[in-house]
């Protein structure tokens, strides 16, 4: 059920023509500490628990100097959205060219369905074991065709 909502709701809203979900080209989850629960990184060389010390170190020191919260970093040709709730940190990557509202849209969702899957009171007694959302990331780490794939042969989506 879980996976099926989430597929529903990125292949319903189009950019471009392309799926939301196929226009991030990274997507994680880390906690304010820094730690990655799930993570979908496309490149290899990048180090997902270094990357999610530093975007947590670089948003702690963006909230002390600015009494705000961090919530993008540009590069020439890619951007990093970020959104935080909960003590958790939302981010995506995503071309320049794709709008930042767009992006967060996309985060907006993926915050929702988290929240449903691990409501507050269950993360309050979290105690730090990244297992739980074990789920989780096995789901971000699969393509838009590897869902559609398994949906079918759950019998979810029609043929």
Same mark, same amino acid.
């Given at each position: 059920m879980y996976l099926e909502?989430?597929?529903?709701?990125?292949?319903?809203?189009?950019?471009?023509?392309?799926? =939301?979900? +196929?226009?991030?080209? +990274?997507?994680?989850?880390?906690?304010?500490?820094?730690?990655?629960?799930?993570?979908?990184?496309?490149?290899?060389?990048?180090?997902?628990? =270094?990357?999610?010390?530093?975007?947590?170190?670089?948003?702690?020191?963006?909230?002390?100097?600015?009494?705000?919260?961090?919530?993008? =970093?540009e590069f020439s040709n890619l951007r990093f959205d970020i959104l935080k709730k909960n003590g958790f940190l939302f981010l995506a990557s995503s071309s320049r060219q794709i709008k930042h509202k767009r992006v967060l849209r996309i985060i907006d969702h993926v915050i929702e369905l988290f929240f449903e899957r691990y409501p507050v009171r269950e993360l309050n007694k979290w105690d730090g074991s990244i297992n739980i959302f074990r789920e989780l990331e096995e789901y971000i780490t699969k393509t838009r065709d590897e869902l559609i794939i398994e949906m079918i042969f759950k019998k979810k989506i029609p043929m």
């Open positions: 909502i989430i597929l529903h709701r990125f292949n319903n809203s189009k950019v471009e023509g392309k799926q =939301l979900f +196929d226009i991030l080209k +990274d997507i994680l989850i880390i906690t304010e500490s820094g730690k990655v629960i799930a993570s979908k990184i496309s490149n290899p060389q990048i180090e997902e628990q =270094l990357f999610g010390m530093l975007i947590s170190a670089i948003s702690s020191f963006a909230r002390e100097l600015t009494h705000q919260e961090l919530n993008c =970093l």
